[in-house]
Each structure stands twice: as C-alpha cells, then as structure tokens.
C-alpha cells in the first residue's frame, strides 16, 4: 500500500503550484497554545478510526483538527493525504485531488523524513 503512495507521487512528479513545506524548525512548542497536543492526539486518534471504517470524509475533518493544533507534526498530513488519495481513489489516474494526496505526503516527508505511519505495524508485546 505504501509503495503505492510512493508511486504515484512519482508519476505525478512536482507539483508547480505547490507552496514549500513548513520546516518543523518554523512552529515551535513554545509557540503553540498549551493543550494543543493532546487536542492533535484526540484528533488524530479519531480520524485514524474513522479513516479504518472508511468513513474517509470525517477522517478528513479529524486530520484536519489535528494538523491545525499541531501544524509541527507530521502525521496529520501524511494521514491527511491519504484520505485524499482514498477519496480520489476512482478517478481518472492524474486527477487534482490526487495532487493534493502528493503534496499532504511531501509536506508530511519534509517536516519528519523518518516518519512511519501507525498502521501495519505490530503490537508491541506486553
């Protein structure tokens, strides 16, 4: 599944309309209101619920509240993406939505290049 992400950001290639990344250095904690993260949990939380009962228009609105509380963060907009790109899934190969998939992606790989989505990954032992 994620190579296929890969792919297609691939073939679509850059993006000319696309603004550059925010660094993760450009918001910085401090400069965030406290309670953002636990609002950035709850909302990624949800939207990776929803997004897993493939109601992919909350996981929309969930990844969205997340990304607002805590624009530093890179998950919000890697889950973000594919929703779009789940969204966008039947549509024509180079459809704009699935642009806006490849640009959540990059914005998600310029703020944490080592980052990793949750699902897919096994449960740690306890």
Do not use: C
């Amino acid at each position: 599944m994620l190579l296929t992400i890969f792919v297609l950001a691939a073939a679509l290639g850059p993006s000319p309309q696309a603004t550059p990344p925010a660094s993760a250095d450009a918001v910085k904690s401090s400069d965030l209101p406290k309670g953002n993260a636990g609002v950035s949990q709850a909302s990624l939380d949800a939207g990776l619920a929803a997004f897993k009962k493939r109601h992919f228009t909350q996981a929309e609105v969930d990844f969205r509240k997340a990304m607002d509380a805590d624009p530093a963060s890179a998950g919000p907009y890697f889950y973000l993406g594919y929703t779009y790109y789940k969204l966008a899934e039947k549509k024509r190969p180079f459809h704009p939505d699935k642009q806006k998939a490849k640009d959540m992606f990059a914005k998600a790989y310029a703020i944490d290049p080592a980052f990793r989505p949750v699902w897919g990954e096994p449960k740690a032992a306890k």
